[in-house]
């Protein structure tokens, strides 16, 4: 592998790295509602299936990343940006109220990062972006209330 995709691929595997700790957090936060009482077990069991999804996903986009570059290099810096953002906001994941709505966020732009590296696309890649920023809402959304 040369240089370059090796770079791309460190770039495609931290941001799926932020993606799988926010993933963790919401499971973490899960197991805890779940024993206050505050979750039911359809719910769990939802959240538990996401995040097991989230992981695939993550694992399948660094691997396609591999295979596929250094064809999206150029395309990865928005949603580099995206990440850093909900790094910064799942600093605060104890207090968000609907894991189950960032939890379908988050598996709906690592799916939406895997067709991205599948099919290299500046228009997918700006969606995978847009998705993490409306994850990063979603979350500053749910503490403003």
């Given at each position: 592998?040369?240089?370059?995709?090796?770079?791309?691929?460190?770039?495609t595997?931290?941001?799926?790295?932020?993606?799988?700790?926010?993933?963790?957090?919401?499971?973490?936060?899960a197991?805890?509602?779940?024993?206050?009482?505050?979750?039911?077990?359809d719910?769990?069991?939802?959240?538990?299936?996401?995040?097991?999804?989230i992981?695939?996903q993550?694992?399948?986009?660094?691997?396609?990343?591999?295979?596929?570059?250094?064809?999206m290099?150029?395309?990865?810096?928005?949603?580099?940006s995206?990440?850093?953002?909900?790094?910064?906001?799942?600093?605060?994941?104890?207090?968000?109220?609907?894991?189950?709505?960032?939890?379908?966020?988050?598996?709906?732009?690592?799916?939406?990062?895997?067709?991205?590296i599948?099919?290299?696309?500046?228009?997918?890649?700006?969606?995978?972006?847009?998705?993490?920023?409306?994850?990063?809402?979603?979350?500053?959304?749910?503490?403003?209330?």
């Amino acid at each position: 592998m040369d240089t370059s995709s090796q770079t791309i691929v460190d770039r495609t595997i931290a941001v799926t790295r932020t993606l799988r700790t926010v993933a963790n957090g919401l499971m973490e936060f899960a197991h805890e509602a779940r024993e206050r009482g505050e979750l039911s077990l359809d719910e769990f069991f939802t959240l538990s299936e996401r995040y097991q999804s989230i992981i695939n996903q993550a694992n399948t986009a660094c691997h396609e990343a591999a295979k596929q570059l250094p064809s999206m290099e150029s395309h990865l810096a928005p949603i580099e940006s995206a990440t850093k953002e909900l790094e910064r906001a799942s600093l605060v994941l104890a207090k968000v109220t609907d894991v189950l709505a960032v939890s379908a966020q988050l598996l709906q732009a690592l799916t939406g990062l895997v067709l991205a590296i599948l099919k290299p696309e500046p228009a997918a890649f700006a969606a995978v972006a847009a998705t993490i920023v409306a994850a990063v809402q979603g979350i500053q959304g749910q503490l403003s209330r």
